[in-house]
């Protein structure tokens, strides 16, 4: 069976400092992992995708993560926040790249001090 | 290109009423997938369609919920009776479902936001 954990539910930083998500997983086989952003009043958007290929995968609006599979994890990192960052980001495991169910993160929720 | 959408975007109703939900994949998408979030709990997975059959549905919680998927297009997720447990926020998701690269990425709705009182 598959579970995430993320650790931080709430996360607060100032433009333009580093953010840091973190996500942790359990997996009984290789597993497929993702990022998703929830803006308000809006669905979830893949922001990154790892699917067994480069260790190191970027993603859409400067972010990208590492798949570290020694510390089973998968953190997502954007180096310069901006206002526009300010959401609710999940993390989520599947089994494989195919059409198989998601098990997400309880989720973070990002807050960007001006 | 329309999105994934869901009706209606809230709803609010009285313990033992009835709900449907409805949501419209994007056209094309064979998959269709429906996820609960409950308040400060984690996404769950409810079920899984592939055009008009279930593939999975190892996520609904109990015979109160049935979803259906007539002719592979639009899903409806009934909750019958409700109970107050099953206030959450209901997401649908759709993928395509072909070899194609990218072509199992899931696309999400807004959501519905669903009140039992």
């Known amino acids: 069976a598959q579970s995430v954990t993320q650790l931080g539910s709430h996360v607060s930083v100032s433009e333009g400092a580093l953010v840091l998500l973190r996500c942790n997983y359990s997996?009984?086989?290789?597993?497929?992992l993702f990022w998703y952003v929830q803006y308000p009043n809006q669905g979830l958007q893949l922001l990154l995708k790892?699917?067994?290929?480069?260790?190191l995968v970027k993603g859409i609006n400067g972010f990208e993560a590492e798949f570290k599979k020694s510390e089973t994890s998968f953190h997502l990192t954007k180096p310069s926040a901006h206002m526009s960052d300010a959401a609710e980001y999940f993390c989520?495991?599947?089994?494989?790249?195919?059409?198989?169910?998601?098990?997400f993160g309880q989720g973070t929720r990002l807050t960007i001090n001006p | 290109e329309a999105g994934v959408t869901q009706f209606p975007s809230h709803s609010v109703i009285e313990k033992g009423q009835t709900v449907t939900l409805r949501c419209d994949p994007i056209?094309?998408?064979?998959?269709l997938y429906w996820y609960r979030r409950v308040m400060g709990k984690e996404i769950k997975f409810l079920l899984h369609?592939?055009?008009?059959?279930?593939?999975?549905e190892s996520g609904m919680p109990n015979n109160r919920f049935l979803a259906e998927r007539t002719g592979g297009t639009y899903s409806t997720l009934k909750v019958q009776p409700a109970e107050l447990e099953d206030s959450g926020v209901y997401f649908c998701?759709?993928?395509?479902?072909?070899?194609?690269?990218?072509?199992?990425?899931?696309?999400f709705g807004p959501g519905t936001r669903l009140t039992v009182t």
């Open positions: 998701a759709s993928s395509q479902g072909s070899m194609r690269a990218n072509s199992y990425e899931q696309y």
């Open positions: 997996s009984s086989v290789p597993p497929y």
């Open positions: 790892y699917t067994s290929a480069a260790t």
């Open positions: 989520a495991v599947s089994v494989s790249w195919g059409a198989q169910k998601l098990v």
């Open positions: 056209s094309g998408h064979d998959n």
């Open positions: 369609f592939v055009k008009e059959s279930k593939q999975d």
